[in-house]
Structure formats: structure tokens, C-alpha cells
């Protein structure tokens, strides 16, 4: 069974930092194409904040460029985002999500909430 399992989460000052960390089980890391967060915010629609590829390209989201930075460890399964400067609209409940070589749709994380305070 595919489980992603998001950590890291929490409240933070604006201008602080957070590191996300989001474990896969059930996979091999050759079977998983790209592993990415999203986020979403109260009353707004879940938006793309970085992704990383198997060849570790990676995209950002405008809004978070220059401040976080995508990484995974593919012997762990495991996709890192460590936040700075954090800014009260980067609240939001943070999702995991992974694409895989044998499935249409990706496999999604519960969420952890990042709570930035102004």
C-alpha cells in the first residue's frame, strides 16, 4: 500500500523558516517520476508550490522562489522543502504528491499546516 507521509509542519513567525518532509512507502524509487508540494489556503484552490523530476529538474511557483528549495533522496523515498522568510500568505495546509510510472493519478500526502504569523 502507497502511503506519503508529511512532517514539519507548524507556526512560525513572518521571516522564520520550516522544513517539510514528506516519505513515501510502498515504492520504488524507480517507479516514481516526479515528487512535488502543493498547498492550499482557506477559501482558495490548491496550488502548485515546487516540484522536483527524477533527473532533479525542478519548478517553483513564482511566489516562493528564491525562498524555498525542492530536494528529494531517492534512497529514502523522501522530498524535502525547507521554507525561508516565511510571509503570512504561505499559509496554508501543504500537500505531498507523487506521479508514478504505473498510475494515472498521483498518490497524495494528508497535509501538514504551516501557520505563518504577521
Known amino acids: 500500500q502507497v502511503q506519503l507521509v508529511e512532517s514539519g509542519g507548524g507556526l512560525v513567525q513572518a521571516g522564520g523558516s520550516l522544513r517539510l518532509s514528506c516519505a513515501a512507502s510502498?515504492?520504488?524509487?524507480?517507479?516514481?517520476?516526479?515528487m512535488a508540494w502543493y498547498r492550499q489556503a482557506p477559501g482558495k484552490q490548491r496550488e502548485l508550490v515546487a516540484v522536483i523530476g527524477s533527473g532533479d529538474s525542478t519548478n517553483y511557483a513564482d511566489s516562493v522562489k528564491g525562498r524555498f528549495t525542492i530536494s528529494r533522496d531517492n534512497a529514502k523515498n523522501t522530498v524535502y522543502l525547507p521554507m525561508n522568510n516565511l510571509r503570512p500568505d504561505d499559509t496554508a495546509v501543504y500537500y505531498c504528491n507523487t506521479r508514478v510510472t504505473f498510475r494515472v493519478f498521483p498518490y497524495w500526502g494528508q497535509g501538514t499546516q504551516v501557520t505563518v504569523s504577521s
Open positions: 510502498g515504492l520504488s524509487s524507480f517507479n516514481i517520476n516526479t
